[in-house]
């Protein structure tokens, strides 16, 4: 494996269309969440930290 690759042997600079899908599907309902309770802001914020931590760091998935 060259330098230019990483783990799933893809280049570095294309990201698995999966993740793109999760971050897509992640994206708009954060958004949607935020265009019908926009007043829960510091809620919605703290959810997506705490989702995100878990995602990269807890439990990373694939």
């Given amino acids: 494996m060259d330098d230019r690759s990483f783990a799933g042997g893809m280049p570095a600079g294309l990201p698995p269309m999966r993740d793109l899908a999760a971050a897509a599907v992640c994206g708009v309902c954060w958004g949607l969440f935020y265009r019908f309770f926009p007043r829960h802001l510091p809620a919605l914020a703290l959810s997506h ?12 998935i694939g």
């Fill in 49 to 60: 930290a705490l989702w995100g931590a878990l995602a990269f760091v807890v439990a990373p």
